[in-house]
């Protein structure tokens, strides 16, 4: 804005100023992201989106929570990957999953520590030649242990008694402990050569006439 005072000239420039939004001001439910200063960008979601990100946190599958808030169910796949792709909402879901984990102590750390118990694990210091636990077994060994089954059997010359204890999957722990340090990286062949010897009669003609009218559009005719 500019205005005249004799023969000089004025200049006033506009500021714009976003208020900031405290904690305090607002719900959980519309927090975004907070800075350093402790001061979180207002940035409200839609119900739907809300019920979106509560339903994602149940199973964290993005196509079921979309079917789940309400979407078209048609279009869930893509719906779900476009919501949880989405900065706002991203944020939001990031949010709730660091609450959860430090509620519950659950993060990356311990679930490899978790899965390097099960794969490293020796079942000979865990159970005994009678198949009870051995007072031995260290905490770290006792973790690989699924399950443990007592059976019982009364007889004439006195209980019979059968043990069972069963371990978690190692092979499926090492697998998972591999994939984490990028050890194992699936590799996917995909043919996509296709041979004239491998075509139907119908599907070479139709072949031949894609070529003869790519060709047909490609070819400057000159009419004298």
Partial sequence: MAGGK?????????K???????????????LTAMDDDGIIPYKKLEIRQQ?????YMVDLNASA???R???????????????VNDSNIRVHIDRRVAEASRRTGFNADRIVRELARIAFANPANVVADDGSILKTASED??????????????????PITEREV???????????????????????????????????????????????????NTIDIEVI
Avoid: W
């Fill in 6 to 14: 004799g023969n000089g000239i004025i200049e006033t420039k506009l």
């Fill in 166 to 216: 069963k371990f978690h999957d190692k092979i499926k722990s090492s697998e998972l402990l591999m994939r984490h340090a990028g050890l194992l990286i699936d590799r996917k062949q995909v043919d996509v050569h296709t041979t004239v010897d491998n075509m139907t009669a119908e599907e070479k003609e139709k072949k031949i006439n894609e070529l003869l009218a790519k060709r047909a």
């Fill in 141 to 158: 060994d006792l973790a690989a242990v699924q399950s443990i089954k007592v059976k019982i059997t009364p007889s004439k010359n006195g």
């Fill in 65 to 67: 929570a979309c079917v």
């Fill in 51 to 55: 019920r979106f990100i509560d339903e």
């Fill in 16 to 30: 714009t100023v976003v208020e900031p939004v405290v904690l305090s001001d607002i719900k959980e439910k519309d």
């Fill in 69 to 83: 808030a309400g979407y078209n169910p048609k279009n869930a796949g893509n719906t779900g990957s476009m919501l």
